[in-house]
């Protein structure tokens, strides 16, 4: 099956600096999510993004499905940006596979 | 408002007891999911259902059931066959194939 690696595991920002986390999955996939787990565990929808570029508020992301990476940008860190960023895709049909996850905490 | 609501919040039951989540959606979806969170870890898929009446195994199906009987409710069942079942259980749904949206989560704790 499709495996799915998030980097870096854990980053530590300083407030209102810039970050780039990654997803790298190994086939082909005809979906991709963005997701950020907040301290309560909801997740709340980022971006879906099965290729090309997008952008939300300071937040943006790129997937280049033909090299099978995900990239999520956050600019200007806020303390409230803090928790679990998860990349998940799909191959086809209704089955998700979920990274493990970037484990970002922002220091005020 | 539209959503997913999970029910209860926390849950805790003695070790031998089956016990049912609760999964209700009002966004008109086909199809919804249960995942598995164990701490410090990512989303394991339990069951998928993509219409009702329907519904197949994910990847660590074993001591879980579910059922699908209406096109909002998906509830999963934990049964005692479940080795280790306390962990975070969220369901989700989604158009086919498309954007997943998450409920809040039910933490079941088994001792």
């Known amino acids: 099956g499709i495996q799915v690696e998030q980097s870096p595991p854990d980053l530590i920002l300083q407030e209102g600096a810039n970050s780039t986390l990654r997803c790298n999955f190994s086939d082909s996939v005809n979906n991709l999510q963005w997701f950020h787990q907040n301290p309560w565990g909801q997740l709340i929808n980022l971006f879906y993004i099965p290729s090309g570029t997008k952008q939300n508020g300071r937040l943006s992301a790129t997937t280049v499905a033909t090299e099978r990476y995900s990239l999520l940008y956050i600019s200007s860190s806020q303390t409230t940006d803090s928790g679990v960023y998860f990349c998940?895709?799909?191959?086809?049909?209704?089955?998700?596979?979920f990274g493990a996850g970037t484990r970002l905490f922002v220091k005020a | 408002d539209g959503g997913i609501t999970q029910s209860p919040k926390y849950l805790f039951r003695k070790e031998g007891q089956n016990v049912t989540l609760s999964c209700e959606q009002n966004l008109n979806h086909d199809a919804m999911y249960w995942y598995r969170q164990d701490p410090g870890q990512g989303l394991r898929l339990i069951y998928y259902s993509q219409i009702v009446n329907d519904f197949q195994k994910g990847d660590i199906a074993e001591g879980y059931s579910v059922s699908r009987e209406k096109k909002e409710s998906f509830p999963l069942t934990v049964t005692s066959a479940q080795k280790n079942p306390t962990a975070f259980y969220l369901c989700a749904s989604s158009p086919p194939a498309g954007e997943q949206y998450f409920g809040p989560g039910t933490r079941l704790t088994v001792t």
């Open positions: 998940a895709v799909g191959a086809g049909g209704f089955k998700t596979i």
